[in-house]
């Protein structure tokens, strides 16, 4: 009962092979790259020419290969922990891998480890990579929330001061600062702001395009596309954010998508019951996603990637450098801390008109109950699942397909 992929998700997918290459190159060609945290400017390191691997994708990749059982395993055996912060901590594991196990080749050893002390477990993992012979780590602070402003997804773009306070903005763009001047003297590189503001104002074009496609696919009944297919062409333009071939990647997208809007494509024409995945990827598990098509003409249509790819980046003003610390001061904010948090899966669950949520809580997720409440609230039921994305004993315990097979038969 489905139609065909994506060409945009094929594209995308095909591209970061090539990528992913060419950074393997520059690597053994002794450039220096850096593995980052999806929470990092990236922006600087794009100005600087230096190439990056996000933590996040790195480990979706590891998880999609199955080698995220072997990773884990061999932090274990090097008396690390293996059952906290997966996400974060697969990287590490990975290089301790055979050569023939690890995914695409494996991540060449970085020179720079870049992080937001999200988390005492996240800043501890950013350590051990700097303990790595010819890895160095820097570490950004990370600053709480003020959170008493509503529909901050109409605030952020131009007023990003307001919403996320001065004083916290001051302290990650002189932290911001430092990192110039680190990555400056090892490189001898030059950040030059103009280059930077170019890469911003690109960056905003590919929000801009992601923000028409999430609009249209929420007025949209059935839906013309997988949400696995979205997920995947929003995250990978993602961390290449701010460059012309992801702009041209976020336009493709929408095109593609209202061209089937136009044509009343429907990748399950018998669509009785929209859900919502809030949370991080099944990267292990794509066929989650489409699972329930035929058995209960159940679809998934929204994710955060494409919905934070439209809401949560787009920072416009005169200062790059002060815009980018505007983008990045309160991110996991909009995600994570309520009444933000809440505030805005709510308005995206009835946007998107979904009938049921699937809300996957990891143990490094905040705020997960004030979101479940919320959404109850509103009369839109919830199925928490607390396993984390990239730990496949974790999932597989949690018996996600069956949870939500019950779920939909017993709640919807």
Known sequence: MSIDRLQSAVSATAYQKQWFREVQDRAA???????VNADAPHEIFRALDIPYVVTQWWSSIIAAKGAGPGALAALDEQGLPDFSVQYDALPLGEQLLPEAERPWGGLPMPAFAVAERSGDVTQKIFEQWGSREGTET??????GADPLLTDWWELVPEQWETAFGSDRIDLLQAE?????????????????????????????????????????????????VLVRDTMLTVMIPQWHRGTEWAVEAARS?????????????????????????IGRGLWS?????????????AVF??????????????????????????????????LYVPPWSSQWYVKEAQTHGVDGVVHLVADDTPGSGFITEALEDCGIPVLEIRANNADQRSSGAARIPERIAEFIEERL
Not at 29 to 35: C, D, H, K, V, Y
Not at 194 to 214: G, P, Y
Not at 285 to 297: A, E, N, Q, S, V
């Open 29 to 35: 060609a002794g450039e220096p790259i850096a593995i």
């Open 138 to 143: 820097f570490l950004l602070s990370r600053t």
């Open 176 to 224: 911001m600062e430092e990192l110039i001047a680190w990555l400056e003297e090892r490189t001898g590189r030059r950040l030059d702001r103009t280059v930077l503001s170019a890469i911003m104002d690109r960056a905003n074009a590919q929000a801009e395009w992601n923000r028409r496609t999430r609009d249209l696919l929420a007025r949209t009944r059935p839906s013309p």
């Open 253 to 277: 997208l929408y095109e593609e998508v209202r061209d089937r809007v136009s044509r009343s494509a429907a990748v399950c024409p018998g669509e009785r019951r929209r859900l919502m995945w």
């Open 285 to 297: 598990d794509m066929d989650l996603y489409t699972r329930f098509h035929d058995t209960h003409g």
């Open 301 to 334: 249509v929204w994710s955060m990637y494409l919905a934070i790819a439209a809401d949560g980046y787009a920072r416009y003003g005169e200062d790059p450098l002060r815009a980018l610390a505007g983008r990045f001061v309160g991110l996991t904010d909009l």
